[in-house]
């Protein structure tokens, strides 16, 4: 089945500053590429996706790339804020018959005022 | 517009004891249905999901189940409570043909 690493698992930056976080998939049929962003003791929703026909796709702070070659997927946040302060988790789907999601074990992102 | 509700928000229970979690969707129809457990600093672990009433499939053997006893309706329950179900259960479903999950708020589970 399919396998999604991510890394680093903790990130503190300062506010203002970039931040970076990686995945990598093993499956090569995986097709869709969600990120999403859990607040202390709530639910995690989705801030971008990206397909696996595109690139890069970018929504204001937050972008995501996709190297299908390698299989890897980053989350890029610029100007970073005190409310981007979450954990945050990829995941990738795969493209058989269910299109189960895997995700990976989320990265804990402070940022320091 | 669509909605997901779980409840309860929060539960504590003896160890040994039953459960019964309930999801419900709202202005859809036909959705696919999926229960997580994410324990302390964790992430997120898909148990069962289920594409139509009365089909479910487990991801992972333990002595949780699940049942879709109608379409919008996903229960998750157990005989015997064990320490180790302790955790932040979450229910999200999947419109058709998006390809997005969506979360519902979760029940916060306690086993003691």
């Known amino acids: 089945g399919e396998n999604v690493e991510q890394h680093p698992s903790t990130l503190s930056v300062q506010e203002g500053d970039s931040a970076v976080i990686k995945c990598t998939y093993s499956?090569?049929?995986?097709?869709?590429f969600p990120w999403y962003k859990q607040e202390l003791g709530k639910r995690p929703q989705l801030i971008i996706d990206i397909r696996s026909n595109v690139g890069e796709k970018k929504d204001q702070r937050i972008a995501v790339t996709l190297n299908k070659t390698a299989k890897h997927f980053s989350l890029h946040i610029t100007e970073t804020q005190p409310e981007d302060s979450a954990v945050y988790f990829c995941?990738?789907?795969?493209?058989?018959?269910?299109?189960?999601?895997?995700f990976g074990i989320g990265t804990k992102l402070q940022v320091i005022p | 517009s669509q909605t997901i509700h779980q409840w309860p928000a929060t539960l504590v229970q003896p160890v040994g004891s039953p459960l019964s979690l309930e999801c419900t969707v709202e202005g859809t129809s036909n959705p696919n249905l999926y229960w997580y457990r994410q324990a302390a600093g964790r992430g997120l672990q898909l148990l069962f999901y289920?594409?139509?009433?009365?089909?479910i499939s487990s991801e992972v053997p333990q002595n949780l189940s699940a049942s879709r006893p109608q379409d919008r309706q996903f229960i998750l329950s157990s005989k015997k409570l064990l320490l180790s179900d302790s955790g932040f259960y979450l229910c999200?479903?999947?419109?058709?043909?998006?390809?997005?999950?969506?979360f519902g708020p979760g029940t916060r589970l306690t086993v003691l």
């Open positions: 499956d090569s049929a995986s097709n869709y």
């Open positions: 999200a479903w999947k419109p058709y043909p998006s390809d997005t999950q969506y």
């Open positions: 289920s594409v139509g009433i009365g089909q």
């Open positions: 995941a990738a789907r795969g493209a058989g018959g269910y299109q189960k999601v895997t």
